[in-house]
């Protein structure tokens, strides 16, 4: 397992790209906020698919290094995602992921994505990750 | 919208194959239940994939019933199911669906499906529905 | 690896409830045939969806055991299917399954769905094994 | 329909953010290419999965224009990628789309993404949009 601070300072060392806040970690699930930057935005004044994919699927990474501590070998091998309504952009994107299965060598988690301050989800996701099998 | 009793007397003239029973509808969700026959069983004492295939489409098609009533030209356009851990063979099965987005000419809902009294979902599945536009 | 007829053995003894005839096996690919029933028909005319999932997720297995041999353990982890036209009641169903990553743990493969002698897919699907990583 | 002039001038026009290059459009297909830079790249020397889910929606979206012609208000609704192989960092990406359904409110279309001169694919997708169903 590995802290919220952990999961923190892995994360600004190995991908220094990345926007996403780490806001909550634990109990098979993570937190993370998107500041919705210029980059972000398209036309007709909302957020890009990419970004809320890429949100989606650092929430889930989140997730994992939280149960299984810090994996650099974990990978991405599917994403399902539905884009439900039109993001907000003016407004930070939230991110909610909760891990429906953690095996051996696959993690599946289920992640909602939200503007703040609105209850209806903007997009929902599914992700595998593949693990590497002797993490010790 | 349709009540519990206008769909299952829907179901039961417009889809005889149908095994599942419909437990609850309503707040866009539903729950279904699949008493598990021989037909459904696999080798190795397991529910098989296509028995828990449909019982996520139908408890998707009660929970859209629920909200729009009883129209029967709404087709299923996507299926994505993670199948997460081996059913019980002896254990009916229990599909949870809630809705996600109920659009227009969309809905989309996923679904929890478990072996009862069992807490961890045996599978997860995201579905959409193509409703018809002029639905009055 | 295995040959057709190797499968076609293995699938009468192990999965004796499998309707699905194996028609090609080899080069990371498999076609297979549904002869379809009475109990594959929906109201309407045409083919169930689970019907199709079935098929789709036997040319995937099938398609998976011609290049790793016979290997009970390899299990679906993933089917992601969309429905694109009504299939023909009256004309038996042939899917069409090419691999597309065959890894030491995950298989994936792609599967066009048709009945017979129509050009255009009635369903495409995208499905997931894991592979027992200990396999000789 | 339009042409591959008319959607380069419609991408550039309206979604000044995109950097993928329309290669080839007709015939219900469309090949765009990435040439990778150091916004797409990863920690160990391959290319994002953002950058890999951009491209597969940019070549579905590129597909459907060639097809019904420049409709801005097409969204996508559903991705589902799967990661295959980690790409090379010092090559372009090549996304190949071919639409499997046309409807009247739905355009579903599969992709294969590869590093220009490797023939196996690094990911596959298939992405649904909506189309507005009164577009003339």
Known sequence: ???????????KNDFPQNKCIVEKVGAKSARVRL????????????????SL????????????LGE???VPLAVTTNLNISFLR?????RDIIAQCNLIKLGRTLAIGDVFI????DSRAVAHAVGTYA?????G
Request: aromatic share 6%.
């Open 1 to 11: 397992m590995a802290s919220k601070e952990e999961i923190i300072a892995f994360l």
């Open 35 to 50: 500041k919705v930057g210029m980059e972000d935005l398209r036309p007709g004044g909302t957020v890009s698919g990419p």
């Open 53 to 64: 994919m890429t949100i989606a699927d650092v929430a889930l990474y989140v997730a994992i």
């Open 68 to 70: 299984i501590g810090i």
């Open 86 to 90: 039109k993001p907000a952009a003016d």
């Open 114 to 117: 939200y503007s703040e301050n």
């Open 131 to 135: 693990l590497p099998a002797s993490r």
